[in-house]
């Protein structure tokens, strides 16, 4: 398991909904990184970090005091 904190605002990009987005945003990324890879998360914009968002996994996004806000 893994929390990452995403700060005030973020993004969520999904390959089907957008794919002319996504593939700007991992067009460096290799092969096997991008292997299974169906969205990422935008957060941090000062220095644009991204979280890939993999099938086979689950995603969700929480308010600071725990309680669930997004499942993706």
Do not use: R
């Amino acid at each position: 398991m893994s929390n990452t904190q995403l700060g005030d605002y973020y993004n969520v990009v999904l390959k089907k909904n957008n794919e002319i987005k996504f593939n700007e945003k991992v067009k460096h990324w290799s092969k096997d990184e991008k292997e299974g890879l169906y969205g990422i998360v935008l957060f941090d914009y000062d220095n644009e970090l991204i979280m890939p968002l993999y099938e086979g996994s689950e995603y969700y996004i929480m308010t600071d005091s725990g309680q669930t806000f997004e499942k993706l």
